[in-house]
Every structure is written in C-alpha cells, then in structure tokens.
C-alpha cells in the first residue's frame, strides 16, 4: 500500500480512499471504548456520559473525586491489594516451572513432544468456566478452595501457556553450541544454565512473566469459584460493581488499569525488539 | 593407524559397541528433557487436568440413589414398570426402611433432591414421608403400602418409582440427555414435552452467536491486517500498537466501557441523539440483548483475529500481486484469485483462535447479555453456583468442552500449537 501510482484511474483512487477510511473505522472501533472512559472518569458529576461542563471544557466539570473513592474506600482498597499478593506469587510459580519445562520442551529429543505440549497449553484452550467449576469441586475436596494458596495455584496453571509460549519462541533461536561451549570450558550445568543460557533467554522469560501476571490480574471466572471473599481481588470487585449498582469509581479504577496495561506492553514491546536485535534479525 | 580390516563392531572410547553407547546418551538426553518436564507436567496434571477430570465424571456419576436407599434399589430389581402394576409391599416395607435410616441422617432430603430433577414434585413426597416414617416401628406398623400411599398420594404412582428404578445405577446418562432436552423414558431415550426444551436452544444460540462474532472479525479484521502488513514497517509498528493495546487491556476494564458506552444514556446514544440520527425519545436499546453481546465482543476478540493473519500477510510476496495485474488482471481479480487464496491460513487460524474464545466466553455475556445475549457458560455457571444441579452443569460443560477440544485439535492439525504467537 505504498502511494498510489500517478497512472491510477478515478475508480482506483477512490478505493483507495475510501478504504483508508474503513480501515481508520476499525481503528477507531479499536481503541475509542479504551480511550473514550479516561476523560469520563475524571467526570464531576455522577454521570456515565459527558456533562455539558466537560464538553465546553470548564475546569468545573472535571474532578478527581472518583479517583479520590477508590484510594478511600476499603472493599476497592483490599480488593486491589489482593490482586497485587495473588498475582505477584502466580507468576513466579507459573515461571519457575514453565521456564525449565520449555527448557525441556526444545531439547532435540523429546519423547512425546506433541502430547506434553498439548497439554501444557489446555489451561489457554479449556473455557475457563469448567476450569472454574473443575477446580471449584476439586479444591474444596483437598481443601484449597477459598485459600490464598488454592488461588494462587489456579492462576499459576492459567499462566503457564503463556510462559511455555514465549520461553519456548525465544529458545528457537538459542545457540546450543554457547552450551557445550560452557560445558567445554569446566562449567556445571547449573553454572551453564545461569550464567549463560538464563541471560540470553531472559527477554523471553520476562515476557512470558508479564503475560502470567496480566493473565492473574485480569482473571476474574476462577477467583469468583476458587476464592472466597478473603480473595476478592480487583476484577472481582468490577464484575460486582457493574452486576450490581455500576458506580463511576469503576471508571476511575478501569483508567488506572488501562495505564498499567500501557505499561506492560511497552515493556514487553520493548523487550521483543532488543532480543531481535540480539539475533541479529532486523528490529521490525 | 590400526587395522581397518577389524572386523566386530565399531566401539567408542570405553570399549562398549559404539551404538550402544550412542543409544545410551540418547536415553540420557530424553530422560534429562522429561526430568525438566515433569514438574510442570505434574503442576498441571494436578491442579488443572485432575480437576476437569473429577468434573466431567460427576455428569455420569450417580452413586446417591444406590447408598441412600440400598434395600429399595435391591427389592426394585425384579419389579418391571412396563407391567403396570405398583410394586409389591417388600419394595414399600424396604422404603419405608431406607427412608427411616435417611431421615434419621437427613440424607433423604439429598436423594428427594437428585430425583426432583428428573420427576419434579418428588422432593414433596419424600420430605413429607421422611419426618413421618421416623415414628414407624418397622417390625410391627406394616403393611407398609397404604401407610406410604395415606402419607401422599406419590407413592401410589407408578411414575415415582419407575424414576427410582431408572436412576438406581451407579452411573447415568441422565445428565446428558437432560443436557440435550431429552430424558429416560420408560422406552429408552425421548424427548422432553416442548416446554421443558431450553439447553438445546442455549446451544444453538452460542454457536450461532460465536459464528456471528467470528464473522464479524473477519470482516473487521481483514483489511486492517492488510494495512499492517503493506505499509511501511516504522507506520506498521506504531498502527500495530493500536491493535495490541486492546489486547493487552483488562478484559473488564473493555467489558465496562462498552456497558458505559452502550447504555440508554450513554455516549453512543447521546452521540446519534446529537448528530440526529435517532429521536431522543426513542433511543436504541444496544445492551441486554444479543447485539450488546456481539458488539462487545467482536471488540475484545478482534486482534486475536487480526494478529494471525497479519502474520501470514506479511509472508505474501507483493510482487505476485503486480504480476497478476501486469498479465492483465483487474484490481479485483488480482486480490480475489491471487492474494486471497494465500491468506486463507490466516484467516483459517484466526477464525478457529476466535471461535474457540467466544464459545467459552462467560463475563461478557453474563454482563452485557441480559438474558437475551447468554451463552452456555452462564448456565452452567447457573447449574454449579445457583442451583446446585452439579451433575448437569457438569455434562453441558462435557459438551462445550467436546466441541471445544475437537476444535483445538483442528486448530493443531492447521497451525499447529507450537505457532501460536503472542503479541
């Protein structure tokens, strides 16, 4: 879609115009709901909509006051820092394993490769509510449900796709000979492993621990089965708020976690393109 | 050099045959690839495999029958519905027996729950019989026929105790013909009076909506891969975070705008009250409904679809395209002949990615849906939270997730799971 040639004829031009505009439309379908709640949680009034004191931009209609609820009040307040003791412990878990199982998964010989990983990938694949309610009947029979412990165990499952993914996407362009060339030179394999397979795949395991930790902090089907209200974290507390009685704090707290997201995909965009150019290939 | 003409096996340095030795360190590495495996696989196994397993199973199993009312079941064995006869006073006076011992443990009202579901109205008759038959003295109080028959007219249905009789086995497919509007009838299998009919209907609108869905990302989806993939990388890049920042933000933080949005009074309503599209006094209803559902979330699954075939899109030559178009092909013909048929594993991924996410979507619906736009998993949400019917919230989550699994299998047999790709 480089510019359009001098030779091209009405028709094509107006195509060409015009499906620069639907395509402006998908974008903007993309990203308005996103961008259309951060000025509304700044919103005066208690109103989903915009005020006629926001449209003229009068400083009158803008507040922080929703922002001002959420830090005050205590059931937004626990909620979030639930979230911030589950999701944390999640990711470790579901990176310590899943970093030394995609290890294992690019080995050369692998016996019954297709199968493992078909089955480390299912907690992306099964619909989360039967992994909810299969957890939910399990749990409580070994006595994990409702406990810290039995949450953080079910979203660590739920993030592991997410780390073999990307671990193992980073491993594909892995060197084994700087391996036997540590091993060469007198290295153990723990020594190996940390000194010079864990800092070239780093970008990789970052990655994939920043998706398990999103993957923690976004779920909310699991928690809702597996925890009890000593575990209610942040999503949970939305999904009541907008079930229930849908207070505007909601858009406040909706803002603060699109700035997160923000962050974390910088962060993981970021990383993608400095182990590109690590390989050598072109930084797209 | 030694003699070349050594006959024997070729050996390696410790003097063992060289294959052997070969054969060994090929073991070693596979046992050393497992041993990294494992912890993961058992991590998953138990705290993921294990409890879907133990779910699924709960569909079939049907042990409540037989440990609450173990005479009856017994004394039931040589009774034949088909015959039109009540059964003879052994299999009352064995009731009145089981119910004694189950009111006592006040299991009976657990059992009278089980069976409600396939014959309801029977939970009455067993609660009303269980406070009663505890005064009995067993011995002595018989015959035991009337005095069941005088506590409720129930017992002197035959209906009643042919659901006994079907549901006494350890396990059932009862659950599962419920889940597809059918039940046990007295001949086999049949299909529930019209009234009764609503799983059916549940799935077929989950399909027929996640089909929608998946068209409509399509259609949304296509020509801005197309975009991504032909223009110049530095622009690709910056339009691309536009795609991922969606992805990347909180599934409720995506589900709540679209509630803001879509409300009465909400933006998108202002917005056309303003333009003058729509009158303010009859303003559209976009939420609670099936399209509230399909529009928000065509939203959340729209870069699943795009990212997969924007993917292949990059991997197509432009140079086909001129060619085509230099051999004297329209614009038209060029894409629909040439171009087209190579984005077809794109869209193949995409779609299958899409329509596996919708099938089992649960928030969305259950927020922006009403009662209207629900899916199947918010009934079997229903079964497993509200209701407290296990067994059947459990064979339609057996059913969603069969089709599910053969659609992951697809999506292996196309793709492949190790190209799955991630932002």
């Known amino acids: 879609m480089s510019a359009l040639p001098p030779y091209a004829t009405v028709g094509q031009r107006t195509w060409h115009y015009t499906f620069r505009v639907i395509c402006g439309l998908v974008f903007f379908f993309l990203i308005a709901p996103i961008v259309v709640i951060i000025p509304l949680s700044f919103n005066a009034q208690d109103f989903f909509t915009f005020t006629p004191e926001m449209l003229r931009l009068d400083p009158e209609g803008y507040s922080l006051k929703h922002y001002r609820d959420f830090f005050n009040n205590d059931s937004w307040q626990s909620a979030m820092w639930n979230s911030l003791k589950i999701a944390p412990m999640a990711t470790i878990v579901s990176v310590t394993f899943g970093t030394l199982a995609a290890i294992g998964l690019s080995q050369p010989h692998v016996p019954f490769r297709r199968a493992i990983m078909a089955i480390l990938i299912s907690p992306m694949i099964v619909p ?34 997410f780390v073999i993914i990307t671990v193992t996407a980073t491993l594909v362009g892995f060197d084994r000979s700087l391996t036997r060339a540590a091993a ?7 020594t190996t492993f940390f000194r010079v397979q864990m800092p070239l795949i780093l970008p990789g395991v970052i990655s994939g621990g920043l998706f398990a930790f999103i993957t923690s902090f976004d779920e909310v089907v699991v928690v809702l089965f597996v925890g009890s209200a000593g575990q209610k974290t942040l999503p949970w507390q939305m999904f009541i708020g907008l079930r229930e009685q849908i207070s505007p704090t909601i858009l406040a707290v909706a803002t603060i976690l699109v700035a997160i997201s923000i962050m974390l995909l910088a962060t993981v965009e970021m990383l993608r393109r400095r182990s590109e150019r690590l390989r050598g290939m072109s930084p797209s | 050099m030694t003699d070349i003409s050594h006959s024997g096996p070729v050996l390696a340095a410790d003097g063992t045959p060289l294959k052997r030795s070969l054969a060994r360190a090929l073991r070693m590495q596979k046992l050393r690839a497992l041993m990294l495996i494992a912890p993961l696989l058992l991590f998953i196994l138990v705290t993921f495999i294990l409890p879907v397993a133990d779910m699924l199973f709960r569909s079939v199993e049907n042990r409540i029958v037989q440990d609450t009312l173990p005479q ?5 064995a040589d009774w034949d519905p088909a015959s039109g006869q009540l059964p003879d006073e052994a299999v009352f006076a064995a009731m009145a027996a089981d119910l004694q011992v189950a009111a006592e443990q006040k299991t009976h009202t657990k059992v009278a729950k089980r069976l409600n579901y396939e014959n309801p109205g029977l939970s009455s008759v067993f609660r009303k019989s269980g406070r009663k038959v505890k005064k009995w003295d067993l011995a002595t109080d018989g015959p035991f026929r009337e005095k069941l028959i005088e506590i409720d007219d129930g ?30 009838g007295a001949e086999g299998p049949e299909i529930r009076p019209e009234n009764e009919r609503i799983y059916n209907t549940m799935l077929v609108r989950t399909m027929r909506m996640s089909l929608i869905i998946t068209f409509s990302c399509i259609l949304l989806g296509y020509p801005v891969a ?16 536009l ?11 995506r589900t709540s705008a679209w509630k803001i949005l879509l409300q009465q009074q909400g933006v998108i309503n202002d917005t056309l009250v303003w333009i003058g599209l729509v009158d303010d006094a009859n303003r559209l209803v976009l ?5 509230g559902t399909i529009i928000a979330m065509t939203h959340i699954l729209l870069p699943f679809m795009i990212l997969p075939m924007y993917s292949v899109m990059q991997t197509i030559n432009p140079s086909y395209l001129r060619a085509a178009k230099s051999l004297g092909a329209t614009d038209w013909t060029a894409f629909w002949r040439v171009y ?10 995409g779609s299958i990615l899409v329509f596996i996410l919708a099938v089992g979507y649960y928030i969305t619906p259950a927020l922006v849906g009403g009662t209207k736009g629900t899916f199947i998993s918010n009934l079997i949400a229903y079964h497993i939270s509200t209701s407290g019917n296990w067994g059947l919230g459990a064979a339609l989550g057996a059913i969603l997730l069969a089709v599910v699994l053969l659609l992951y299998w697809v999506y292996d047999k196309v793709v492949g799971i190790d190209n799955v790709k991630l932002g």
């Open chain 1, 128 to 161: 989360l509510i039967i992994s909810a309610a299969g957890m939910y009947f399990f749990y409580s029979r070994i006595g994990l449900q409702g406990t810290y412990i039995g949450v953080v165990l079910a979203h660590a499952a739920l993030g592991i796709p």
């Open chain 1, 184 to 190: 060469n030179m007198g290295a153990d394999p723990v």
């Open chain 2, 72 to 76: 009856t079941v017994e004394a039931l």
């Open chain 2, 155 to 184: 017992w002197g249905d035959i209906e009643l105790w042919r659901t006994i009789k079907t549901y006494s086995g350890t396990f059932t497919s009862g659950y599962f013909l419920n889940a597809v509007d059918m039940q046990l």
């Open chain 2, 226 to 241: 197309w975009i991504l993939a032909n223009l110049p990388a530095r622009k690709a890049n910056l339009l691309l975070i």
């Open chain 2, 243 to 253: 795609v991922l920042l969606p992805f990347w933000t909180s599934l409720l933080v």
């Open chain 2, 287 to 291: 939420i609670n409904n099936e399209l």
């Open chain 2, 340 to 349: 087209f048929p190579q984005t077809v594993p794109g869209i193949g991924a």
